[in-house]
């Protein structure tokens, strides 16, 4: 296993349009989690999963932002009519259960 | 909900000299309390956990429940401790502290 992976590292889109972020974790971990880093700040939660249930959402996340983890492997994080603040590094981790998270490269989104 | 506090966004000191980085948190539970580290163009990864109370590359830290903080110390700071530093309650993070050490 070569660690958490996510796809694409990088993505450029209009305003307006859809975007999909896939997130691979580590085989035996049962939690993943999303998050959203701007330049000079910390990881700012968006949602995560235990298996296929999605635990917690934060109030922050508009409707825009779906995530979705079917079959308790992948991950997938959709937003829908992207703005330009969502310009950010997308960020999936897992772990197991109240154990450390292990970190993907993350998904550098640019709305243009 | 928890919520985490870092309320030093930078932190410059001297090669040698002791470093402390703050951590506060707010949470009603037991809590999970996690120091994690990022080196320039690196991900995000574990220095340490409060649970295993164990040093890793000199730096410790603390639980403190009656001041609910987890603040981070290491005696004698080196150049390749230069990085950017986040407490974490999960799946909570605070905003971080830059750490520099000067030589």
């Known amino acids: 296993d070569t660690g958490v992976s996510q796809d694409p590292r990088h993505k450029i889109t209009k305003r307006g349009q859809n975007v999909t972020f896939r997130c691979d974790p580590i085989s035996e971990h049962n939690r993943l989690y999303w998050y959203r880093q701007t330049l000079g700040q910390g990881p700012e939660f968006l949602t995560y999963f235990q298996n296929e249930a999605q635990l917690e959402k934060s109030r922050l996340l508009s409707d825009r932002f779906s995530a979705e983890r079917p079959k308790g492997s992948f991950s997938t994080l959709e937003i829908q009519r992207t703005e330009q603040g969502d310009s950010a590094m997308y960020l999936c981790a897992s772990s197991l259960p109240l154990l450390e998270q292990f970190f993907g490269p993350g998904t550098r989104l640019t709305v243009l | 909900a928890q919520r985490v506090t870092q309320p030093e966004k930078l932190l410059s000191v001297f090669k040698g000299a002791p470093v402390e980085l703050k951590c506060n948190y707010s949470?009603?539970?037991?809590?999970?309390l996690f120091w994690y580290v990022q080196y320039s163009r690196q991900r995000l990864q574990l220095l340490l956990r409060?649970?295993s109370r164990e040093s890793i590359k000199g730096f410790t830290a603390d639980l403190n429940k009656g001041e609910t903080s987890f603040h981070l110390k290491k005696p004698f700071a080196q150049e390749e401790d230069s990085a950017m530093y986040y407490c974490a309650l999960d799946p909570v993070f605070g905003k971080g502290t830059k750490l520099t050490v000067n030589p």
């Open positions: 409060h649970i």
């Open positions: 949470y009603s539970g037991s809590p999970e």
